[in-house]
């Protein structure tokens, strides 16, 4: 990967998460009465931005919250940015937007928002995803409350009181090559034409190099080798963190061993320029991965050979 490029998209936020604070409660009392406390709302799955104009996510003071029925005891922290203390806070269903404002899917707008903006407002959305799926104790079906300014959650039952904490899934992303093409697929769902690198979650026992073949194979039928560590990508569509690798391939004969994928197939960096395949959204690391394979080549430059192929992620 060339060193000189910004993070992927949604890897940088610019906040000191405090870890080592959270469950400290002195510093924060005194920043709410300081003033230096804001809000990021999530309702569901989708953030709460100002739609005049280019989008911007909102963020609302301890005076707000009622309006939004929420309360600073259930606020989540996710750190400290210019000397202000960030929360994300859960918005219920009914709760309308004001006016020039929308609940707003982060697939669609990431694109449109700073580098720290769409990260952080991807933390404050996968935060508040996960203490909506984790109400109740795994081990023992009781209740659990929040913990820790919410990066964690306390089964309340007595004899159990487990802990849990977010969750993150691994899945692997990988950038299969061979000679001067790369290996593509597509899911059913796509918009037509357009094609990706191969993914798939890490299973129990597995390490990712393995994962790595194991996906490859089981999804195109070639067997890969030399797996190589590329970027990593939060993915929080809900919880996910892509690991990316590049591969190379040991044969061409492809075959859809398991199903997943509709099509597969040997793309060419002029069958890219050419707009023959329709590449994965910018805003992902298969992006990045295709772009960086694409350039490895002298003279090439994807989005200026590519990029009035593309289309807007839906």
């Not at 911007?56 to 400290?80: K, N, Y």
């Not at 597509?186 to 790595?212: M, N």
């Not at 004969?253 to 994928?261: Q, R």
């Amino acid at each position: 990967m060339n060193g000189l490029r910004p993070p992927n998209l949604l890897a940088s936020i610019g906040v000191d998460r405090l870890g080592h604070r959270r469950a400290e409660a002195g510093w924060v009392r005194q920043a709410l009465s300081e003033g230096r406390v804001d809000y990021l709302p999530v309702q569901g799955s989708r953030n709460l931005v100002r739609v005049a104009g280019a989008p911007q996510p909102v963020r609302i003071g301890p005076a707000d919250l009622a309006r939004f029925g929420a309360s600073h005891e259930q606020a989540i922290l996710l750190g400290m940015q210019d000397q202000r203390l960030l929360f994300a806070v859960a918005v219920e269903d009914q709760i309308t937007a004001p006016a020039d404002h929308a609940f707003y899917g982060l697939r669609g707008l990431a694109q449109q928002l700073s580098r720290d903006d769409a990260g952080l407002l991807a933390y404050a959305r996968a935060m508040v995803l996960w203490h909506a799926s984790h109400r109740f104790c795994s081990r023992c079906g009781s209740t659990t409350r929040a913990v820790d300014r919410g990066h964690a959650r306390l089964c309340g039952r007595t004899d159990c009181s487990i802990r849990h904490f977010p969750r993150v899934d691994p899945a692997v992303i990988v950038l299969v090559s061979r000679g001067d093409r790369c290996l593509l697929g597509r899911q059913p769902d796509w918009p037509e034409g357009r094609y990706s690198t191969i993914a798939g979650f890490v299973e129990p026992g597995e390490s990712l190099e393995d994962a790595v073949m194991r996906e490859v194979y089981e999804e195109t039928g070639i067997r890969s080798v030399d797996a190589r560590y590329h970027s990593s990508q939060p993915w929080p569509f809900p919880s996910s963190l892509m690991l990316g690798y590049t591969a190379s391939a040991v044969d061409e004969e492809i075959s859809l061993v398991d199903g997943e994928l509709e099509d597969a197939r040997w793309v060419s960096r002029d069958d890219m320029a050419s707009g023959a395949v329709l590449l994965p959204t910018p805003m992902s690391i298969a992006y990045a991965l295709v772009r960086d394979w694409y350039e490895a080549a002298v003279g090439r430059d994807l989005e200026r050979d590519a990029g009035g192929h593309q289309q807007p992620w839906r």
